[in-house]
């Protein structure tokens, strides 16, 4: 198979027109036309079905975009490795993580990788945990790192961290000076959760249930600190890493529910099972490992 007719066409799968993927690889329209009229004769199979308005791919299409990103993913790889011969003094590293991990946690690793490897192009896509696994899987990320449960077959899953969670009220809530609560008045109260999707949702609605707290009123937000600001607010109660709360509680705009259990969750990395790391993820990770 030709490599670089594959990339043409690959272009025109991911840009949705030929026009648009002739921008993006700098040649004219007419050869990336012919670039993928020479790709399916190679291959003796239509790949596109080509509209008045708009190209749809086939399913042999589909099947062979996906191919084709986890063989330009193996070639970066490779790029990537030939890099770091030179001590990684160039080159590029995204990052997933889902919201509180890219908030949080992630800048100080940042910083610490970029003080050593300053030469390193790094880019921190946050989104919910559902969300980065989809980006994982579609390999547009070098190393990943989220706070649920992950069930695709072709993601490997380490434990990295732990974080605690805890009940947040506004400091001028009346359950805010209360030295004792019980799981049924928790339950009446208006609960600030993140919206499907999200690692945090998941585990807050676990642990909830499992202390005997029964949910019924929710305001969504889509954002850690969409929740914080609402709970500060007066809007409801939320359960969030202490370390997204910790301004708020030391200005008293927050408090943390008092006899209550300690919750705990695991945070973890996560990769591609059959996709070899780059240098540079391998580096950042093992840093993400080091760190306390």
């Given at each position: 198979?030709?490599?670089?007719?594959?990339?043409?066409?690959?272009?025109?799968?991911?840009?949705?027109?030929?026009?648009?993927?002739a921008q993006a690889l700098h040649i004219?329209?007419?050869?990336?036309?012919?670039?993928?009229?020479?790709?399916?004769?190679?291959?003796?199979?239509?790949?596109?079905?080509?509209?008045?308005?708009?190209?749809?791919?086939?399913?042999?299409?589909?099947?062979?975009?996906?191919?084709?990103?986890?063989?330009?993913?193996?070639?970066?790889?490779?790029?990537?490795?030939?890099?770091?011969?030179?001590?990684?003094?160039?080159?590029?590293?995204?990052?997933?993580?889902?919201?509180?991990?890219?908030?949080?946690?992630?800048?100080?690793?940042?910083?610490?990788?970029?003080?050593?490897?300053?030469?390193?192009?790094?880019?921190?896509?946050?989104?919910?945990?559902?969300?980065?696994?989809?980006?994982?899987?579609?390999?547009?990320?070098?190393?990943?790192?989220v706070e649920g449960p992950t069930r695709?077959?072709?993601?490997?899953?380490?434990?990295?961290?732990?974080?605690?969670?805890?009940?947040?009220?506004?400091?001028?809530?009346?359950?805010?000076?209360?030295?004792?609560?019980?799981?049924?008045?928790?339950?009446?109260?208006?609960?600030?959760?993140?919206?499907?999707?999200?690692?945090?949702?998941?585990?807050?609605?676990?642990?909830?249930?499992?202390?005997?707290?029964?949910?019924?009123?929710?305001?969504?937000?889509?954002?850690?600190?969409?929740?914080?600001?609402?709970?500060?607010?007066?809007?409801?109660?939320?359960?969030?890493?202490?370390?997204?709360?910790?301004?708020?509680?030391?200005?008293?705009?927050?408090?943390?529910?008092?006899?209550?259990?300690?919750?705990?969750?695991?945070?973890?990395?996560?990769?591609?099972?059959?996709?070899?790391l780059s240098p540079a993820a391998q580096?950042?990770?093992?840093?993400?490992?080091?760190?306390?």
């Amino acid at each position: 198979m030709n490599l670089h007719l594959l990339r043409t066409f690959t272009a025109v799968a991911t840009h949705g027109s030929f026009s648009r993927a002739a921008q993006a690889l700098h040649i004219t329209q007419p050869a990336v036309s012919k670039g993928v009229r020479d790709l399916e004769f190679q291959l003796g199979i239509t790949l596109l079905e080509r509209g008045a308005r708009q190209l749809r791919l086939t399913e042999a299409g589909e099947a062979l975009h996906e191919h084709a990103k986890a063989i330009f993913a193996l070639e970066r790889a490779a790029q990537a490795d030939l890099r770091a011969r030179q001590g990684l003094e160039r080159g590029n590293l995204t990052v997933g993580a889902s919201m509180t991990i890219a908030t949080y946690l992630l800048p100080p690793l940042v910083a610490r990788f970029l003080a050593r490897h300053p030469g390193v192009e790094v880019k921190i896509v946050s989104d919910n945990t559902a969300a980065i696994e989809r980006r994982l899987l579609g390999y547009e990320l070098d190393a990943a790192f989220v706070e649920g449960p992950t069930r695709h077959r072709e993601i490997l899953r380490a434990p990295w961290r732990e974080d605690e969670l805890v009940i947040l009220a506004a400091g001028s809530h009346p359950l805010s000076q209360l030295a004792a609560l019980e799981p049924e008045r928790l339950a009446r109260e208006r609960w600030i959760i993140r919206e499907a999707g999200s690692g945090t949702r998941t585990v807050t609605e676990t642990l909830l249930r499992d202390a005997g707290i029964e949910v019924t009123r929710v305001l969504e937000v889509d954002s850690v600190a969409a929740a914080v600001e609402s709970t500060a607010a007066g809007l409801g109660l939320t359960m969030v890493s202490r370390t997204a709360a910790r301004q708020h509680l030391t200005t008293g705009r927050l408090r943390i529910l008092k006899g209550l259990p300690v919750f705990r969750r695991p945070l973890y990395r996560i990769g591609l099972r059959h996709k070899p790391l780059s240098p540079a993820a391998q580096r950042f990770i093992e840093m993400a490992d080091e760190a306390d």
